[in-house]
């Protein structure tokens, strides 16, 4: 059975650096495209980035400069390091995997002062 | 923001149909494959239907998925209660750089 775990979410000031992780189990990450997806509080979804098998990664205009997508094969981890914070980043933020086949429960971040 | 436009709710009574549509553009659903997720209330999103009309194991068969040009649509025949839910759209987009682009979403409420 595939389980994606998010965890790291947490209150943080405007400017202020986070990382959220995302472990796996029951799937390999290094073998397969892993994206963030984000949900604004009352708000619709976000595709946030993707890091594909072969490491290239992409990333939505919103992040692209503020935000970094990386894994580590030995813990079958997904990261993403986000710095330079805004308000507007405040959402809870979705593991996923795949061809979007699985989804974590999510982690919730809050941007404020 | 988003670029795919869904009607923002839909409704039926149980056992009706409900038509959800899903416009884009050349560079997204016109090029690539459309898939559609489900949210229930409280919870992360599904994976509901992929490659525009395929449905995965655990769906029911009163779900179907279609594409046509630059839309899509998502049809629930036979809607039931538990349907009762947040859906939406999402295709790959290519026009500036790669980027997964979701569409606005709808609320599908059984009356």
């Known amino acids: 059975e595939v389980n994606l775990v998010e965890s790291g979410g947490d209150l943080v000031h405007p400017g202020g650096s986070l990382r959220l992780s995302c472990a796996a189990s029951g799937f390999t990450v290094r073998d397969n495209y892993m994206h963030w997806v984000r949900q604004a509080p009352g708000k619709g979804l976000e595709w946030v980035s993707v890091i594909y098998s072969g490491g290239r990664t992409y990333y939505a205009a919103s992040v692209k400069g503020r935000f970094t997508i990386s894994r580590d094969s030995s813990k079958n981890t997904l990261y993403l390091q986000m710095n330079r914070l805004r308000g507007e980043d405040t959402a809870v933020y979705y593991c996923?995997?795949?061809?979007?086949?699985?989804w974590g429960r999510g982690t919730l971040v809050t941007v404020s002062s | 923001q988003s670029v795919l436009t869904q009607p923002p709710s839909a409704s039926g009574t149980p056992g009706q149909t409900v038509t959800i549509s899903c416009s884009g553009s050349s560079s997204n659903i016109g090029t690539n494959i459309v898939n559609w997720y489900q949210q229930l209330p409280g919870t992360a999103p599904k994976l509901l239907i992929y490659?525009?009309?395929h449905r995965l194991s655990w769906v029911p068969d009163r779900f179907s998925g279609s594409k046509s040009g630059t839309s899509a649509s998502l049809v629930i025949s036979g809607l039931q209660s538990e349907d009762e839910a947040d859906y939406y759209c999402a295709a790959w987009d290519d026009s500036l750089s790669v980027s997964y682009v979701f569409g606005t979403g709808t609320k599908v409420t059984v009356l």
């Open positions: 490659s525009n009309n």
């Open positions: 996923v995997g795949g061809d979007f086949d699985y």
